[in-house]
C-alpha cells in the first residue's frame, strides 16, 4: 500500500518485544497525515491501512491519538520503540515522542493492559479439549507470552510512567509459554498476583490524561499539511 505522509513508523510486536523466534512475521506500526483539506470533504479518508508481507498498519494522526489516550497498548508501545528500530521518523514524529506521558493515565492504563492480558487468557482457556493440532499450540503459547508480557509493561507503566519494550529474560516467557500450552490454567496465577499488585500500588500517572498537549500536536500536524503550509 501507498500512504502518504507517514510520520513515525517502526518495528513492533514479537521482534521488537526480544520474543521473535525464525519465521516470526516482523510487523510494523505507524501514523500518517492525510493532506488537512480532506478532512473537511463529506467523505474523510481512511483512517487505518493494514497490509501484509510485509505487515503494517498505519493509523491516521487524529485515531492514533484517540487509541493512545485510551491506553492501547499496542499504540502506546510505537513512541518507546528503541531508536534502532524505527524506521521512518520525521520531526513531527520526534515531537510526539516527546510528549509520549502525556498520553498516559493510571486508570486508563490499568484497565487497558489488564483488559488485553485477561483477553489472551480466555482465548487460552478457549482451545477446547486439550486436543489440538501443533499450530494451535503455537498460538496458545504465544497468547501467554502475550498474556505475561502485558502484566509486567502495564505494570512498569502504571507505576514508574516509564515503558520498556523489550522483556528481560525472553528464554522465561518462552518457557511460560510452553507450560501454559500444556495446561492453560497454570497462566491463571500470574493473572492474579498482577491483578492484586495494581490494586495495591500507588500509580505515579495521573487519572487523567492531558488531552492539550495531544490536541496542540494534532493542530501543529494540520497546519503542516495544508497545501500553503511548509512541510515539517
Not at 485515531?63 to 521518523?89: M, Q, S
Request: proline share 6%; charged share 25%; glycine share 8%.
Amino acid at each position: 500500500m501507498s500512504v502518504q505522509n507517514i510520520l513515525l513508523s517502526g518495528v513492533v510486536g514479537s521482534t521488537a518485544y526480544g520474543l521473535a523466534h525464525a519465521g516470526s512475521d516482523v510487523d510494523r506500526l505507524g501514523l500518517f497525515a492525510p493532506p488537512t483539506e480532506e478532512l473537511h470533504g463529506l467523505h474523510p479518508p481512511q483512517e487505518s491501512h493494514v497490509s501484509t508481507a510485509p505487515d503494517r498498519t498505519l493509523h491516521e494522526a487524529a485515531k492514533w491519538c484517540r487509541l493512545a489516550l485510551g491506553g492501547n497498548p499496542t499504540v502506546t508501545e510505537l513512541v518507546w520503540l528503541p531508536d534502532e528500530l524505527y524506521e521512518v521518523r520525521t520531526p513531527l514524529g520526534d515531537e510526539l515522542i516527546d510528549i509520549r506521558t502525556t498520553f498516559l493515565s493510571a486508570r486508563r492504563v490499568r484497565d487497558a493492559y489488564l483488559g488485553y492480558a485477561t483477553q489472551q487468557f480466555r482465548r487460552l482457556l478457549g482451545r477446547g479439549d486439550g486436543s489440538f493440532s501443533a499450530d494451535a499450540r503455537k498460538r496458545t503459547a504465544k497468547h501467554a507470552r502475550h498474556l505475561k508480557r502485558l502484566c509486567g509493561q502495564g505494570y512498569e507503566l502504571y507505576t514508574t510512567g516509564k515503558l520498556t519494550i523489550r522483556v528481560d529474560d525472553p528464554e522465561s516467557f518462552h518457557r511460560f509459554g510452553e507450560q501454559v500450552a500444556d495446561d492453560p490454567e497454570t497462566a491463571l496465577p500470574l493473572l492474579r498476583r498482577y491483578e492484586t499488585a495494581f490494586e495495591e500500588a500507588r500509580s505515579v500517572l495521573p487519572e487523567q490524561p492531558d488531552e492539550r498537549a495531544a490536541d496542540a500536536w494534532l493542530r501543529n500536524v494540520r497546519r503542516n499539511f495544508y497545501p500553503s503550509a511548509g512541510r515539517s
